[in-house]
């Protein structure tokens, strides 16, 4: 027999949705009696989604025959094959999330604002799929507060409701959630006492050009001090 070798083609794409296939071929060894056809005879591989190429790539396999005015003389050759490899990259996508700052009134706050046109800074998804973002962030101390602290979760859903999450490289540009503190000033308040042999002290206290007063249901307690 008449040894070639066919490899077929190599290619990728980023995610979008659609069936992608390679279809060209050639000899990479020995080669076919002259005016002689090497013809595929199956239909090509194709890929669509990520999953389907992942790690590292789906074979591009057909099959193939050697015809002679459209005559198969096939079985005089023989046939190595190198498959090339297919690949579906995901698509990028960047989304961000709002910030907010607000002073301590013992509650709790968030930003969960979010739209598509405002918050995909980067990229977009296909054409006739749906993006879903749930903004989870809360802050209601002054210690909670830290850069980057609004996250999100983020899915991605086909026309007919399929989670295509996967096929999506999701970068996050989190909004950060602060909490300030109330700006109190106080002072206690003087006592005297006529000596009596008893301990006395002076709990009272007044606020002093204070911007801020405390919260309702909370109140003072002195950690130390003398009476």
């Known amino acids: 027999p008449r040894g070639i070798t066919v490899e ?22 020995g080669t076919v009696v002259e005016g002689q056809q090497l013809v595929a005879t199956s239909a090509w591989t194709t890929v669509t989604t990520v999953a389907e190429t992942a790690p590292d790539g789906k074979q591009n396999v057909n099959t193939f025959a050697i015809f002679a005015d459209g005559i198969d003389v ?9 498959y090339g490899l297919l690949r579906i990259i995901p698509r990028a996508i ?9 002073k301590y009134d013992g509650s709790a706050h968030a930003n969960t604002a979010w739209n598509e046109q ?3 800074v980067d990229g977009s998804i296909v054409g006739g799929q749906h993006i879903a ?3 989870l962030g809360t802050v209601t101390n002054v210690w909670e ?10 899915t991605v859903a086909d026309i007919d409701g399929n989670d ?29 006492w006529v000596y009596d042999g008893t301990e006395h002290s002076n709990t009272e206290w007044q606020y002093v050009g204070s911007e801020d007063v ?4 909370e109140q003072f307690v002195a950690y130390q001090g003398n009476y």
């Open 8 to 29: 077929t083609s190599s290619d990728s794409w980023v995610y979008d949705d659609l069936a992608h296939s390679a279809e060209t071929f050639r000899c990479i060894g």
């Open 74 to 82: 096939t079985v005089n050759y023989e046939v190595e094959y190198v």
């Open 94 to 102: 960047t989304v961000t999330t709002g910030s907010g700052e607000w």
């Open 118 to 120: 405002d918050n995909i």
């Open 133 to 135: 973002v749930s903004v």
């Open 145 to 154: 507060s830290s850069v980057g602290n609004n996250d999100c979760i983020v």
């Open 164 to 192: 295509v999450t996967e096929n999506y490289a999701i970068t996050k540009q989190l909004g950060t959630l602060t909490i300030t503190p109330r700006n109190i000033t106080l002072r206690t308040l003087d006592g005297s």
């Open 214 to 217: 405390l919260v309702d249901g």
